[in-house]
């Protein structure tokens, strides 16, 4: 088995490990027949990602890219049907869902109709795709800025930071093997936000241990 080999089976196995940490909230869900404190948002814009970096993979005839996105883009519209099942806010998840269908549509159409076969599709369609990847991965930076005020990283999921480490590590390495700064660029902040939350859990583990509230980190 070569390097390229090699990198490929891990991006499947710690992606799909990631994608599955998902399974907690559906756990969840199911043994309180209840929506209450799951955000529906991430496993949406998940989807979506999924789906666009699938295409993007189609186009380049990457089976690794392929296989992991169809995994992710199957159980993230696992949790958003579980979710719409025990929801009681059904009339704006189904709207916030409705608008991510004409966003995918309409992405679609522009990709497929209006941009010409070969490079220029698949440019755009992958600086789109590490658009939305590195905003998703930036976006919980605003409630690190929140643990770092309170000092309480009960909220943190540790096995969720090593995984998106993990994971982020392989893809840059991957995409680095095939020299397609696509996939490299939009996985460098993954392992950068990683870092800061090992940074966080060894800074403030102390002060967690020592309150009576303290509870084991979970999924």
């Keep these: 088995m070569d390097l390229l080999q090699l990198l490929s089976w891990a991006c499947i196995v710690f992606t799909v490990g990631m994608f599955s940490t998902g399974l907690t909230d559906l756990k969840k869900m199911r043994e309180s027949k209840s929506a209450d404190n799951i955000q529906f948002l991430p496993f949406l814009t998940t989807c979506l990602n999924n789906l666009g970096w699938l295409y993007y993979g189609l186009l380049k005839k990457d089976q690794t890219i392929v296989l992991v996105n169809i995994i992710g883009a199957i159980l993230q519209i696992l949790y958003i049907i579980v979710y719409i099942h025990y929801t009681k806010q059904k009339r704006v998840v189904m709207s916030q869902a409705l608008a991510a269908g004409m966003v995918l549509i309409c992405g679609w159409f522009y990709f497929s109709v209006f941009l010409t076969e070969g490079d220029t599709r698949l440019s755009q369609l ?88 303290y509870k084991p980190m979970h999924l």
Aim: hydrophobic share 45%.
């Design 126 to 213: 992958g600086l789109t795709c590490s658009v939305v990847t590195v905003s998703m991965y930036l976006s919980p930076l605003t409630d690190l800025v929140g643990i770092v005020r309170s000092g309480d990283v009960q909220c943190l999921s540790f096995p969720l930071t090593v995984a998106t480490l993990f994971t982020s590590t392989s893809w840059v390495l991957y995409g680095l093997q095939l020299n397609d700064y696509f996939i490299v660029v939009p996985n460098m902040p993954g392992i950068f936000t990683s870092l800061i939350r090992f940074y966080l859990f060894w800074r403030f583990a102390s002060v967690n241990q020592g309150s009576p509230s």
